[in-house]
C-alpha cells in the first residue's frame, strides 16, 4: 500500500511539475503567422506560441504616463480599434488605465487584471526592467503580455516595437550629413531628451550620440529634458538657447512643435532639425524648408498599440509568434513632404501623422482617433 501510495505521490507531483512546466508560451521554431505584419526583428529572434484559447476575449491597455500628446492619441487609437470590425468580434471586454510613472503602480494594475482573468494586457512599460514577477504570474495563468513602444530587457514575453536606436541614428546621422553639406564639422548640437528612464529614451540617445563621436567634432552636445511633451520642450530649448546661444542643430526625441516654436520665438536662425511625425513639425518644415529649416521627421507612432492588441489576439488564437516585432520607420525628409499624403494642413499640430500599417491591415483615421478621448475605461 505504501509503495501503491508513493508512486501515485510521484504521478501527481509529476503531473504538476508538467503542468507549471507547460505554463505560459512555448519556444517553437518559425515561421510565424503573417510574416509581413509580424516581422521578426533579426534572423536571431526567437519565436513562440501559447496553448490556442476560445474567443472573445477581455484585453487591457495598461499605460504609465499619459501627460504627453502622444500617449493621449495612443489611447484614443487603442479605443479607435477595439472597435474596429476586423477585430470587434473577438473583443468580448475592453479596459484601460493610465498609472503614471511608479513602475509599482503599474505592475500592481497588470497583476490585477491577470487575477481579474483577462487574457491579454498590452503595456507601454514605465521601466525596462522589474517586470519578472509579473511574468511569472502571467505564465502561471496563460495570460498574453504584449510591451509595446518602451518595451522591457526581457526575452520573456513577445514585443512590439520600433527599432529605437536605429532611429537615433538615423536622426544623428541626418543633423551631421547636413551640417557636412554646410561645411559644419563641429559646434554645438542640442539633444532634446525623451521622459527619463525609459528604453526608448535611452536607446534612442545612445544611437544620436553614436553618430557624433563616429563623425567629425568636437561636438558640444547640450542635453536638455523635453518629456516628449510640446509644451515642456518649448520652454527648455527656450532657456537652452539663452543660456548657449545658438546652435547648429536640434536633435529631439520628441515635442518637435515646441522646438520649432522656440526657435521662431527667440528668432534663432533655421537649422537642421531631427524630430518626431507630429503633424505641426512636418507643417512648418514643409513651410520653411527653403528658408534652411531642413528637417527629418521619423515617426513612432501611437498606432503600435493596434498592431500590439492584433499581436495579443493572434497570440491567444494559438498562432506562432516572434518574441520581438519590429515594425518599419516611417521616414520623411524635407524633400519628401506632401499635403494630404505624409501631413495635413487641416490637422492639429499635435496630431501625429504615422497610424496606417498596411501589411497588418491597420488602417485607423483621424477622425476615428480624434473621437475618443484619453480617460480610463474601468
Not at 536571431?44 to 490556442?52: L, V
Not at 474567443?55 to 499619459?66: D, E, L, M, Q, S
Not at 497588470?110 to 521601466?127: L, P, R
Not at 518595451?151 to 547636413?178: I, S, Y
Amino acid at each position: 500500500m505504501k509503495a501503491l501510495l508513493s508512486s501515485a505521490a510521484a504521478v501527481v507531483v509529476l503531473a504538476l511539475g508538467t503542468q507549471f512546466a507547460l505554463a505560459g508560451p512555448q519556444m517553437v521554431s518559425g515561421p510565424g503567422v503573417e510574416p509581413e505584419c509580424f516581422a521578426p526583428w533579426s534572423a536571431d529572434t526567437k519565436f513562440m506560441q501559447w496553448e490556442a484559447k476560445p474567443g472573445p476575449y477581455r484585453i487591457a491597455v495598461v499605460n504609465g504616463f499619459v501627460g504627453n500628446t502622444w500617449r493621449i492619441q495612443m489611447i484614443k487609437t487603442a479605443k479607435a480599434y477595439a472597435e474596429d470590425p476586423a477585430v470587434k468580434d473577438k473583443i468580448e471586454e475592453f479596459k484601460v488605465v493610465s498609472t503614471g510613472t511608479d513602475a509599482p503602480a503599474q505592475l500592481g494594475a497588470i497583476e490585477d487584471f491577470i487575477n481579474q482573468g483577462y487574457d491579454a494586457i498590452v503595456t507601454i512599460a514605465v521601466a525596462p526592467d522589474g517586470f519578472d514577477r509579473v511574468i511569472r504570474l502571467a505564465d502561471k495563468n496563460d495570460v498574453v503580455i504584449v510591451p509595446f513602444d518602451n518595451v522591457l530587457d526581457t526575452d520573456k514575453v513577445m514585443q512590439v516595437n520600433e527599432d529605437q536606436l536605429e532611429m537615433g541614428r538615423k536622426w544623428g546621422q541626418f543633423a551631421v550629413d547636413e551640417l557636412k553639406a554646410k561645411g559644419i564639422t563641429s559646434g554645438k548640437i542640442l539633444e532634446v531628451r525623451g521622459l527619463p528612464g525609459n528604453s526608448v529614451d535611452r536607446d534612442r540617445s545612445v544611437g544620436i550620440h553614436e553618430v557624433f563621436d563616429a563623425n567629425g567634432g568636437p561636438w558640444d552636445i547640450v542635453t536638455v529634458v523635453g518629456n516628449w511633451d510640446d509644451g515642456t520642450t518649448q520652454k527648455v530649448v527656450a532657456d537652452a538657447i539663452s543660456v548657449h546661444g545658438e546652435f547648429a542643430a536640434v536633435v529631439g526625441q520628441g515635442g518637435s512643435n515646441g522646438v520649432v516654436q522656440a526657435l521662431m520665438d527667440a528668432k534663432h536662425p533655421w537649422v537642421p532639425i531631427a524630430g518626431e511625425s507630429e503633424n505641426g513639425f512636418r507643417k512648418a518644415i514643409a513651410m520653411h524648408s527653403d528658408e534652411g529649416l531642413k528637417g527629418i521627421s521619423i515617426g513612432q507612432s501611437p498606432g503600435l498599440v493596434a498592431i500590439a492588441m492584433k499581436a495579443a489576439i493572434s497570440a491567444l488564437e494559438g498562432n506562432v509568434m516572434p518574441q520581438l516585432i519590429s515594425v518599419p520607420l516611417p521616414v520623411a525628409t524635407y524633400k519628401d513632404l506632401k499635403d494630404g499624403e505624409n501631413f495635413w494642413s487641416d490637422l492639429p499640430d499635435n496630431f501625429f501623422t504615422v497610424n496606417e500599417f498596411p501589411p497588418c491591415g491597420v488602417n485607423i483615421s483621424g477622425p476615428a482617433i480624434m473621437a475618443k478621448d484619453e480617460s480610463d475605461v474601468k
